[in-house]
């Protein structure tokens, strides 16, 4: 796998022999830093967490720990939980949570393949039935606050959003990454296992496309996947900041589908006042519908 890596690098003029210490450097942060996924590493990063006035704590990729979901209890802040299907919400409510984020497949880094329009009200209609309130984000391609209304008139609660912060001036995307994600259209993203082990939508560049290409070696289960992947695209990531252009070519991070409705930078405020014009003219277009 290092040497597949090393070939994309070299296919795009990055000196991955030049590169092997730098790279080499990430991957020992990248080793030093699954620790953090062994249970009592978790909890003692919870325990820090909790130190401070945190008003909500969310877990991914399964069932949260029992400790963070008492220590949830024990300070009142409300642990929410990722689900992408319908039974992984199930098994969430059995379990305590006390907010389901529900994840749509357009949805930018680690993502199911049912779309947010089905899943929603799958999941909404679920709770209903087994006469569970747990309140229901949506999330998943949400860039607008006619997509907040629409989710919301499906069931939810509200609304999550990752992708969309990530072209705010605010955020430490980096600036040729932001760019690209400015100029891309919802096509250009690709879901795959090639980052993390596990599926992760990501925007499409020449690195997900060799991953992706016939003969690309399978990922590695997670966390094995991250140590092959991260560490060569922090470099890529490092260089695409200077005048090396195989490597503004290759750079690439997580985003979702809703990419394609990221087309100017904005302030995060501009984007949450964008939210609530948005969210008030759908919401009155569908009042003056049902009035005629
Ligand atoms: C760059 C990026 C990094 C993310 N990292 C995490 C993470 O570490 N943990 C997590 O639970 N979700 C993570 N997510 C997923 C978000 O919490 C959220 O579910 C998702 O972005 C919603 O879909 P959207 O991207 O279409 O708005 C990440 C998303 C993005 C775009």
Not at 13 to 40: F, H, K, P, W, Y
Not at 257 to 273: C, D, K, P, S, W
Request: charge should be negative; include cysteine.
């Amino acid at each position: 796998h290092k040497q597949f890596t090393n070939e994309i690098l070299e296919r795009h003029g990055v000196d991955s022999e030049r590169s092997a210490g730098d790279i080499e450097a990430v991957r020992l942060e990248q080793v030093a830093s699954t620790e953090n996924l062994r249970g009592g590493t978790a909890a003692a990063i919870l325990e820090v967490a909790f130190r401070h006035p945190i008003g909500l704590v969310a877990n991914a990729l399964g069932i949260p720990p029992q400790v963070m979901l008492d220590l949830g209890q024990k300070h009142n802040v409300p642990v929410a939980a990722l689900v992408g299907t319908k039974e992984h919400a199930m098994t969430q409510v059995a379990a305590g949570v006390d907010i389901i984020v529900a994840v749509g497949g357009e949805a930018g880094g680690h993502t199911g393949d049912i779309s947010t329009l089905v899943l929603i009200p799958e999941i909404c209609n679920m709770l209903d039935a087994i006469g569970d309130d747990t309140p229901v984000l949506a999330a998943g391609g949400i860039a607008t606050g006619a997509q907040m209304a629409a989710t919301m008139a499906m069931g939810a609660s509200g609304a999550w959003c990752g992708s969309v912060w990530l072209t705010t001036a605010e955020a430490e995307t980096n600036p040729v990454v932001k760019e690209k994600m400015l100029a891309a259209s919802s096509r250009d993203t690709v879901r795959a296992r090639s980052r993390t082990g596990k599926p992760s939508r990501q925007l499409r560049s020449p690195w997900t496309d060799a991953w992706q290409a016939e003969g690309a070696p399978s990922a590695l289960p997670m966390p094995l996947q991250s140590l092959v992947a991260e560490p060569p695209l922090r470099v890529i990531d490092k260089l695409s900041q200077g005048d090396n252009q195989g490597a503004k070519d290759l750079a690439t991070y997580w985003v979702g589908q809703g990419v394609g409705l990221m087309n100017e930078q904005m302030t995060a405020g501009q984007v949450v006042q964008g939210f609530k014009e948005d969210f008030i003219t759908a919401y009155e277009r569908l009042a003056t519908n049902l009035g005629e």
